[in-house]
């Protein structure tokens, strides 16, 4: 993130001013986002004292670094419609392995928000078939039961029967390629991302597995479910996070919104 500063910065330190640090970092911002910014601005502190305490730039010049403002849950949802999910599950060519793989795993993404390293953990016995529940570990080791879908769970089935490699692994989802390992949380987010290119979705705002976390939750708000519903699904730890998904539900929204004040003056 330096070595990107730098054509601005200039490669003689002892020339570095507090006006050309700051300036460096307002063009900056003109083209990153606030959280690559804002890391961006913790590396320039740390080598800017560095260079200090070498003596080879002015001292304090680390304190002409902007702040960089950026709010708790201040941004929009990122997710796609219901219609989009249904086109990327659909995506899937299911006559081969990796096919009945990846929209096993894109319904578990899409129908229980689960997280990319929720489904690479997931192991074999933690499928109760008579129940029909799934057991989740979560952050903070936390475990929860949730229940699984009639279409996941089928999915599931076709993969352990049809697609999955004999291999002595406890996780459910393998590679499938040798050698046969456990996917990585990368792995299930380059499932998404490939999914979304087969749909012909080019616009969603992000490409990762957490897009259909965000989805499935708006999704469900959408359909008359409670926030604590979706907290519970979802496993947040706080309401305001789950809150984070009311900015998206317009018709909750109008019923509250107060009339814009027109030529009123200030």
Same mark, same amino acid.
């Given at each position: 993130?330096?070595?990107?500063?730098?054509?601005?910065?200039?490669?003689?330190?002892?020339?570095?001013?507090?006006? $050309?640090?700051?300036?460096?970092? $307002?063009?900056?911002?003109?083209?990153?986002?606030?959280?690559?910014?804002?890391?961006?601005?913790?590396?320039?502190?740390?080598?800017?004292?560095?260079?200090?305490?070498?003596?080879?730039?002015?001292?304090?010049?680390?304190?002409?670094?902007?702040?960089?403002?950026?709010?708790?849950?201040?941004?929009?949802?990122?997710?796609?419609?219901?219609?989009?999910?249904?086109?990327?599950?659909?995506?899937?060519?299911?006559?081969?392995?990796?096919?009945?793989?990846?929209?096993?795993?894109?319904?578990?993404?899409?129908?229980?928000?689960?997280?990319?390293?929720?489904?690479?953990?997931?192991?074999?016995?933690?499928?109760?078939?008579?129940?029909?529940?799934?057991?989740?570990?979560?952050?903070?080791?936390?475990?929860?039961?949730?229940?699984?879908?009639?279409?996941?769970?089928?999915?599931?089935?076709?993969?352990?029967?049809?697609?999955?490699?004999?291999?002595?692994?406890?996780?459910?989802?393998?590679?499938?390629?040798?050698?046969?390992?456990?996917?990585?949380?990368?792995?299930?987010?380059?499932?998404?991302?490939?999914?979304?290119?087969?749909?012909?979705?080019?616009?969603?705002?992000?490409?990762?597995?957490?897009?259909?976390?965000?989805?499935?939750?708006?999704?469900?708000?959408?359909?008359?479910?409670?926030?604590?519903?979706?907290?519970?699904?979802?496993?947040?730890?706080?309401?305001?996070?789950?809150?984070?998904?009311?900015?998206?539900?317009?018709?909750?929204?109008?019923?509250?919104?107060?009339?814009?004040?027109?030529?009123?003056?200030?």
């Amino acid at each position: 993130m330096v070595m990107r500063l730098l054509p601005a910065l200039g490669r003689d330190p002892k020339l570095y001013d507090a006006g $050309l640090i700051r300036q460096a970092i $307002l063009d900056e911002a003109q083209r990153s986002s606030p959280a690559y910014l804002k890391t961006m601005t913790m590396a320039l502190r740390g080598y800017l004292r560095y260079l200090a305490a070498r003596g080879l730039c002015q001292p304090g010049l680390d304190q002409a670094i902007p702040a960089v403002p950026q709010w708790r849950l201040s941004a929009l949802p990122r997710y796609i419609s219901t219609a989009e999910v249904d086109r990327v599950i659909a995506s899937c060519e299911v006559t081969t392995p990796r096919g009945i793989r990846d929209r096993a795993i894109l319904l578990l993404l899409a129908r229980l928000g689960l997280r990319a390293g929720d489904v690479r953990d997931m192991r074999l016995d933690d499928i109760n078939w008579r129940e029909g529940t799934l057991r989740v570990r979560g952050k903070g080791r936390r475990e929860i039961r949730l229940p699984l879908p009639q279409a996941a769970g089928d999915a599931i089935i076709d993969y352990l029967r049809e697609a999955r490699p004999h291999a002595a692994c406890e996780q459910i989802f393998l590679r499938t390629v040798a050698p046969h390992q456990p996917l990585a949380s990368s792995s299930v987010s380059s499932i998404v991302r490939l999914a979304l290119e087969r749909a012909g979705i080019d616009d969603a705002p992000s490409r990762g597995a957490n897009l259909l976390r965000h989805s499935a939750a708006t999704g469900m708000l959408r359909a008359g479910a409670t926030l604590d519903t979706i907290g519970t699904v979802l496993r947040h730890r706080s309401v305001d996070t789950t809150a984070h998904y009311a900015k998206v539900d317009v018709n909750m929204l109008l019923q509250i919104a107060q009339p814009w004040p027109g030529s009123a003056s200030c």
